[in-house]
Nanobody, 117 residues
Framework: VQLVESGGGLVQPGGSLRLSCAAS????????MSWHRQAPGKEREFVAG????????KYEDSLEGRFTISRDNGRNTVYLRMNNLRPEDTAVYYC???????????WGQGTLVTVSP
């Protein structure tokens, strides 16, 4: 069971990135998938989540409208599209799979996003 994030990097303010989270060993459509981030010196925080059905999506209040979570069942991959990036979005972004019906939980290793001129 594994999650592998990719797509991070250096981007200028106002730019966009799409992060990917590829799952192996389990099926993303059978679990709640979410993105979290941890900025330097801060605690890890929730960014966005998508439920098993793919119809319920939730976002951290301040990010809704700029960030979009999506899922490709065929690729067994979850995405996070980030638009109009700001320096305060700089963080390591982590993907997580979890279940509301069991203690299943798996985290990826994270991908670094740096927003700087």
């Amino acid at each position: 069971v594994q999650l592998v994030e990719s797509g991070g990097g250096l981007v200028q303010p106002g730019g966009s990135l799409r992060l990917s989270c590829a799952a192996s060993g389990f099926t993303v459509s059978r679990y709640t998938m979410s993105w979290h981030r941890q900025a330097p010196g801060k605690e890890r925080e929730f960014v966005a989540g998508i439920d098993m059905t793919g119809t319920i999506r939730k976002y951290e209040d301040s990010l809704e409208g700029r960030f979009t979570i999506s899922r490709d069942n065929g690729r067994n991959t979850v995405y996070l599209r980030m638009n109009n990036l700001r320096p305060e979005d700089t963080a390591v972004y982590y993907c997580k799979g979890s279940s509301r019906y069991s203690d299943f939980e798996v985290w990826g290793q994270g991908t670094l996003v740096t927003v700087s001129p």
